[in-house]
């Protein structure tokens, strides 16, 4: 299994430019989400998901969009790219909690390598 | 007010030492609460789940405290590789949603 795949690694945008951020995962997940982590502030979840044709909005989802599609993707679409949107993004995803008992340890979160943006 | 309150640090310690963090959480509807690890610009990888009667794995115990809303984390026998930031992580089922804190970094020094 690949897990948890991002791309792309690293990607510098100029100021006003869209882009669509790609994660992947293959372990059947139902939830999926995105987070921003700026210096000390910890991760912040952008957007989540709970299944295919299921979005919600997180903390700070201002200048972003989500779809899913498929189990599988939940790409993350910047509209017009700011330079408050530097960050590094990183995507995850887990089982939802109660489908197996309720045990904690079902909702673990797997997390993908990030991406790292830069908006000049 | 933050749902999920970490003392930043930098906790600086020796080899050999022990050394422990606590959380707070706000919500008393939280469900699922975990630790995980991040070394500097990697991703969070789970350390552990946090179960309500307490758990260990080898050097580390996790606790809860639900009447007190706190999590903590020992770590016995520290050692260099343990250098990283450990984040508190609390699940609301409710509202399927994590909640993570910003994190307490850790420096083991030979």
């Known amino acids: 299994n690949a897990g948890v795949t991002q791309t792309p690694k690293f990607q510098v945008l100029k100021t006003g430019q869209s882009m669509t951020l790609q994660c992947a995962q293959d372990?059947?997940?139902?939830?999926m989400s995105w987070y921003r982590q700026d210096p000390g502030m910890g991760l912040r979840l952008i957007h989540y998901?709970?299944?295919?044709?299921?979005?919600d909005q997180g903390e700070v989802p201002n200048g972003y969009n989500v779809s899913r599609s498929t189990t599988e993707d939940f790409p993350l679409r910047l509209l017009s790219a700011a330079p408050s949107q530097t960050s590094v993004y990183f995507c995850?995803?887990?089982?939802?909690?109660?489908?197996?008992?309720?045990?904690?340890?079902?909702?673990?979160?797997?997390f993908g390598p990030g991406t790292r943006l830069t908006v000049l | 007010r933050k749902e999920v309150e970490q003392d930043p640090g930098p906790f600086n310690v020796p080899e050999g030492a022990t050394v422990a963090f606590n959380c707070t959480y706000s919500?008393?509807?939280?469900?699922?609460f975990f630790w995980y690890r991040q070394d500097c610009r990697k991703e969070p990888k789970l350390l552990m789940s946090?179960?309500?009667s307490g758990n260990e794995d080898g050097r580390f115990t996790a606790q809860l405290n639900r009447a007190s809303q706190y999590i903590s984390l020992l770590i016995r026998d520290s050692k260099l590789s343990d250098s990283a930031t450990y984040l508190c992580?609390?699940?609301?089922?409710?509202?399927?949603?994590?909640?993570f804190g910003s994190g307490t970094k850790l420096n083991v020094k030979p």
């Open positions: 992580v609390v699940n609301y089922w409710n509202f399927n949603k994590f909640y």
């Open positions: 919500n008393s509807a939280s469900q699922s």
């Open positions: 372990m059947n997940h139902e939830y």
């Open positions: 995850a995803s887990s089982y939802l909690p109660g489908l197996a008992g309720g045990k904690p340890s079902t909702d673990t979160q797997y």
């Open positions: 946090v179960y309500s």
């Open positions: 998901s709970v299944g295919a044709g299921i979005t």
